[in-house]
């Protein structure tokens, strides 16, 4: 296995994404509920994704997860993949507030389950395409199933998948950034 973006170990890499992977749990439930340009009354905190259209803010901390999930793979491999989805879940069970918890674990796993389903065989071909396929999978099904059973609706379920994606987008290239930016170096030093 090559080296991580960061120049060092694809183990401590893959470490470091396991932590940030699950640092994005806590993280989103907390935004939800405190941060947003308007916060709903017994509701979500929401912030703009796109003109027009609003999300709840813990929307950019798990687009950022669907993708570090793909990349603990990469790293670490399927079982330690599938240990960073459980203790996800595990995390979301502890740190969500009551009216969030079930939506969170649910969203979680569930969205979580199905990245990981669609992101192995497609990794297999072409990792650019198994990340993008992977995390539009994993952000509608996240989407749906978050804000029907914490809202009892569909009403930002649009906001919701743009703002993953977005999200997902931005991580995705400061990752391809520092992946193409090693491969550089290592080419001019020849290594």
């Given at each position: 296995?090559?080296?991580?973006?960061?120049?060092?170990?694809?183990?401590?890499?893959?470490a470091i994404l396991f932590v940030?992977?699950?640092?994005?749990?806590?993280?989103?439930?907390?935004?939800?509920?405190?941060?947003?340009?308007?916060?709903?009354?017994?509701?979500?905190?929401?912030?703009?994704?796109?003109?027009?259209?609003?999300?709840?803010?813990?929307?950019?901390?798990?687009?950022?997860?669907?993708?570090?999930?793909?990349?603990?793979?990469?790293?670490?491999?399927?079982?330690?993949?599938?240990?960073?989805?459980?203790?996800?879940?595990?995390?979301?069970?502890?740190?969500?507030?009551?009216?969030?918890?079930?939506?969170?674990?649910?969203?979680?796993?569930?969205?979580?389950?199905?990245?990981?389903?669609?992101?192995?065989?497609?990794?297999?071909?072409?990792?650019?395409?198994?990340?993008?396929?992977?995390?539009?999978?994993?952000?509608i099904a996240d989407s749906v199933?978050?804000?029907?059973?914490?809202?009892?609706?569909?009403?930002?379920?649009?906001?919701?998948?743009?703002?993953?994606l977005w999200a997902s987008i931005?991580?995705?290239?400061?990752?391809?950034?520092?992946?193409?930016?090693?491969?550089?170096?290592?080419?001019?030093?020849?290594?």
């Amino acid at each position: 296995m090559s080296p991580g973006p960061l120049n060092i170990g694809a183990r401590s890499f893959g470490a470091i994404l396991f932590v940030a992977f699950a640092s994005t749990i806590p993280l989103s439930n907390w935004l939800i509920s405190n941060v947003g340009t308007t916060c709903v009354p017994d509701g979500p905190c929401l912030i703009p994704v796109a003109p027009g259209i609003l999300a709840p803010s813990g929307v950019l901390t798990i687009g950022a997860a669907l993708v570090l999930r793909d990349l603990i793979h990469r790293y670490l491999g399927a079982n330690w993949a599938i240990a960073a989805i459980l203790v996800g879940g595990c995390v979301s069970l502890l740190t969500a507030s009551q009216n969030l918890v079930i939506a969170s674990v649910a969203a979680f796993m569930i969205s979580e389950m199905l990245d990981f389903t669609v992101y192995v065989p497609l990794s297999r071909r072409n990792l650019s395409l198994a990340i993008l396929v992977s995390g539009v999978v994993a952000a509608i099904a996240d989407s749906v199933v978050f804000v029907l059973l914490a809202f009892g609706s569909l009403d930002h379920v649009t906001g919701q998948i743009i703002g993953k994606l977005w999200a997902s987008i931005i991580v995705a290239m400061i990752v391809f950034a520092g992946t193409r930016r090693r491969a550089i170096s290592r080419t001019d030093i020849g290594a």
